[in-house]
């Protein structure tokens, strides 16, 4: 009976042992996983909660809305797993204005215009795996505007894509 729980021990040990090596050879790819969003309150200094997180709110008259914001911090959520990233990896944004905004009842002309193409470094991760980059977009508050991001110095990186839903009335 004794050699058996010997036996089963020393088996159990072994397969953990392997199960933890399989493990560390399985870490996740370095991905990038979602977009947040924050509204800056040029009269406060403060930021908004994440406007992309359900439920999304009402974005229509941001510039004179009593949040008063003509400016949105956006940060990139990258899984980077419990190792530190790849010095070479890169978050590329690139964040499009587009639509017509209306003012005093008449439409402008819909227009596209690129309000930031930039790439930035990864910095640490946090506990979980995951760190974080930050980009600051200015004059933004009356035409939508898609995000578009990808990891950069990896091949195959897929990107992601959001959309802050900006629009101005009368």
Known sequence: MRGGLVFRTLSLAAWLFHAGAGYAQTQ???ALESFQAFLFNAKTGEFSAD?????RPELGN??????????TLVTVKVRVGPSAAPKALRVHLVATESGTAKFAGKRT?????VVLDKSEPLGPANSDGFAYVGFWLSGTGCREIRLEAQLTGRAGA??????IPFICYE
């Open 158 to 163: 897929a990107k992601i894509s959001d959309v």
């Open 28 to 30: 996740p790819e370095p």
């Open 109 to 113: 002309a819909k227009r596209s215009r």
């Open 62 to 71: 941001v510039p004179i809305g009593p949040f008063a914001s003509v400016s």
């Open 51 to 55: 406007i992309l997180k359900a439920p």
